[in-house]
Nanobody, 123 residues
Framework: QVQLVESGGGSVQAGGSLTLSCASS????????MGWFRQAPEKQRAMVAI????????????DYAESVKGRFAISRDDDKNMVYLQMNNLKPEDTALYYC????????????WGQGTQVTVSS
């Protein structure tokens, strides 16, 4: 059973930065994609950033929600089985519960989810 544990959430003022971390209980090389999602109160969970897991490729294939492009960056550390989300220039609308997720195939549903870490951005 794969376990994903997020950390790094907190409260910041608008314009600030946070780095979220996701620790996997198994080698992230066994997964095809990992991503960060978020859910704000009374809103559906939405994709924030995803990264393809290809241990052979030196280049990471990533994708971002339009609302975070240029501000957020997803990265991975295969040796530590970690995935990160660097969030800069945070805005109040970034306030949400952030989840880490992983899937066994490069498409389709995500198989594994963390419990989430709260990010609150005040104006």
């Amino acid at each position: 059973q794969v376990q994903l544990v997020e950390s790094g959430g907190g409260s910041v003022q608008a314009g600030g930065s946070l780095t979220l971390s996701c620790a996997s209980s198994v080698s992230i090389g066994s997964l095809k994609t990992m991503g960060w999602f978020r859910q704000a109160p009374e809103k559906q969970r939405a994709m924030v950033a995803i990264i393809d897991i290809d241990p052979i490729s030196p280049d990471d294939s990533t994708d971002y929600a339009e609302s975070v492009k240029g501000r957020f960056a997803i990265s991975r550390d295969d040796d530590k089985n970690m995935v990160y989300l660097q969030m800069n220039n945070l805005k109040p609308e970034d306030t949400a519960l952030y989840y880490c997720a992983g899937r066994l195939r490069p498409w389709g549903e995500y198989n594994y989810w963390g419990q989430g870490t709260q990010v609150t951005v005040s104006s």
